[in-house]
């Protein structure tokens, strides 16, 4: 047989494979609308090689879900109708047996409860009963998956397992048959056959059922949770168990269900021990989620990282409640605890993190753990609070040098700069002119580290402190004593000065600068981060002669400094050739020459109203003349304007 003769009984067969997958679809969509099924494809002769083709076949019917919007109309109800049967199914096959696994766990622990309150049984009896009950669930689960329906089988085993659960609970804390450590022990064992399981079927709804009715059993036994030491224990056996059944597997659901169940865990236990003065109890929820932070980073598999800081997410709730509630007693235990959940941030961004939300976690959670450390101390502005905030930012420098790359270097670079930056105020004191120029000195040093590390989120940093400056600085301007200074010359003009500096700074390594994480920072964003100096300067000289010398004299100035500054301005845009500054340098000059009309024709000084005027006609003149020779080409011929 030649290749020839090899490729045509090839071609053949892949036609008539097509043909009888066509009719497939056909028959089944037929079923569906209740028509016949049509009949058989014909087949003709294949003149070629003399075997038979099929006859050309209709089109593949869409899938469910997928009829294109110009399909024919019986497609496309068709098509929605299978979308329903999708929802049907969906609903019929997990939302029942999540209903069932829910109503199945209340049954039993309400009938436990019922038992306790009449005492119809006793406790060792009600043990035994529950057992019972989990080994038919059990029976039932084994049954159907030898039968074949592996899957329904292997939920009857998780919720089983769940049970076992339930009826652990009610032994240990709740009836006292045998000891909290015996009935957490059954627990962790119950907890390890479920991990097995879920290994050896790789069936997420399986681990699931078994987890999410591990996780509920203390709450369908009783309304109370119990003591909140053992509660919290049992949630930590189940959910570290639950992370080494992870380890390895993607299961987004499961993941989801474990920081949920960590976070009702954590909410119950504030709820139930907050009022005991006791300093173990009040720092338990918070050492809970950190403990399923480690444990997550010790048996997460793949998804330690993105667990870790989940976990470190969760640990924030119960520090901050911590820190508002313990204000101006037991601050050590809030800093501890904060320390260590940002300890647990950082462990968890030590490799490269695919997850977008890597960034913002490693910027916004050490400064929220920051933030409830500060606002547990008695006094935040304190030489103490200072070196909290710098041991903070020393964490995240060193959390920066053990980055796994850029991506992830920049947020702790950022982080310790807003750290380090809140640590002058809280050493110098607020509305300090010291602070001030430290705070511009600071921006200024972040301006170039961002232009160094090529990341826009050291802007924030240096932002930041530059508007916090620059607001006590003009703050300070306007308390001294109205036209009772000498205008640039004070304490508070210097502590302008500084924050001017600052903004210049900032405005020239910002200009300039290439970042990785800002691909749109282009000329005109360019342009508007290099006017901040300038604006900050034309500011704060605002600001000087608003209420210098006396009312006349400082309309009289501020007349001339907005006619100076409009024809700077324009000719920094000549020469800069920058539309913008142009632009803003008229609207100035024109503002200083209605301000010299309206305001200046008021003055009793003569000498002032004049030289009002005339400072605003000379200025004028020169812009006037600046824009007519603009539009006038040398040779005298004519050019556009």
């Known amino acids: 047989m030649t290749d020839s003769q090899r490729l045509d009984e090839l071609e053949a067969a892949l036609r008539r494979l097509s043909a009888e997958v066509a009719e497939l679809r056909a028959d089944l969509r037929d079923a569906r609308v209740g028509r016949p099924a049509a009949p058989a494809a014909a087949h003709v002769a294949t003149p070629a090689a003399g075997h038979e083709r099929p006859a050309a076949a209709p089109p593949p019917a869409p899938m469910w879900g997928t009829a294109l919007p110009g399909a024919p109309a019986p497609e496309r109800r068709a098509a929605a109708r299978a979308r329903q049967v999708d929802l049907e199914s969906l609903v019929g096959r997990y939302g029942a047996m999540a209903l069932a696994a829910l109503t199945i766990l209340m049954a039993a622990g309400s009938f436990l409860g019922w038992a306790i309150a009449n005492g119809r049984l006793g406790p060792t009896a009600r043990v035994a009963l529950g057992a019972l009950g989990a080994v038919a669930v059990a029976a039932l689960g084994w049954r159907l998956r030898r039968r074949g329906t592996r899957v329904f089988g292997n939920t009857l085993l998780a919720l089983a397992l769940a049970i076992v659960h339930v009826d652990a609970w009610g032994a240990g804390p709740l009836l006292g048959v045998v000891s909290p450590a015996v009935a957490l022990g059954v627990a962790a064992l119950a907890s390890a056959l479920l991990a097995a399981l879920a290994w050896r079927e790789e069936e997420q709804s399986l681990f699931v059922v078994g987890v999410g009715g591990a996780l509920l059993a203390p709450f369908v036994t009783s309304r109370a949770g119990g003591p909140s030491a053992v509660l919290l224990a049992y949630g930590l056996v189940v959910i570290a168990s639950a992370l080494a059944a992870l380890r390895g597997r993607r299961w987004p659901v499961a993941a989801r269900l474990l920081v949920a169940a960590c976070l009702g865990y954590v909410l119950v236990a504030i709820d139930t021990e907050w009022a005991s003065r006791a300093r173990a109890s009040r720092a338990l929820p918070a050492l809970f989620a950190l403990a399923c932070g480690w444990a997550a980073l010790l048996w997460g598999g793949a998804r330690r990282a993105a667990l870790g800081r989940a976990f470190a997410a969760v640990a924030l709730v119960p520090v901050a409640y911590a820190a508002m509630d313990l204000r101006g007693g037991r601050a050590n235990d809030v800093v501890l605890l904060a320390a260590l959940g940002t300890v647990t941030v950082y462990l968890a961004l030590r490799r490269p993190a695919d997850d977008p939300l890597a960034r913002p976690a490693a910027l916004l959670l050490p400064l929220g753990f920051l933030t409830a450390a500060l606002v547990a101390l008695p006094d935040a502005s304190s030489p103490l609070g200072a070196l909290i905030a710098l041991a903070w930012a020393a964490g995240a420098l060193v959390a920066a040098w053990d980055a796994p790359d850029d991506a992830l270097r920049a947020p702790h670079l950022a982080a310790a700069g807003v750290a380090s930056a809140l640590a002058i105020p809280l050493a110098v004191g607020e509305r300090h002119p010291l602070a001030v120029a430290l705070l511009a000195a600071h921006a200024a040093g972040a301006s170039a580290l961002m232009e160094r590390a090529r990341t826009k989120l050291l802007a924030i940093p240096a932002i930041g402190a530059l508007l916090v400056a620059t607001g006590w600085a003009f703050e300070l301007l306007r308390e001294r004593p109205a036209y009772g200074y000498v205008p640039f010359v004070t304490v508070p003009s210097l502590a302008a000065l500084a924050a001017v500096v600052g903004w210049a700074a900032f405005a020239h390594y910002a200009s300039r600068a290439e970042l990785r994480d800002a691909p749109d920072y282009q000329a005109r964003e360019r342009a508007v981060a290099g006017a901040a100096g300038a604006l900050a300067a034309f500011f704060w000289g605002r600001e000087e002669l608003t209420r210098a010398g006396s009312p006349e004299l400082s309309t009289f100035l501020l007349v001339c400094y907005y006619a100076g500054a409009g024809v700077l301005a324009i000719f920094v845009g ?42 605003a006609g000379l200025f004028l003149l020169g812009v006037a003349y600046w824009y007519r020779t603009a539009g006038e080409p040398a040779d005298g011929t004519t050019a556009a304007a």
Do not use: E, P, T
């Open 574 to 615: 000549r020469w800069r050739r920058l539309a913008g500054a142009r632009q803003v340098g008229l609207a100035l000059a024109i503002y200083a020459a209605l301000k010299a009309v309206v305001q200046a024709s008021a003055l009793d000084s003569i000498g002032l109203r004049v030289g009002s005027y005339l400072a």
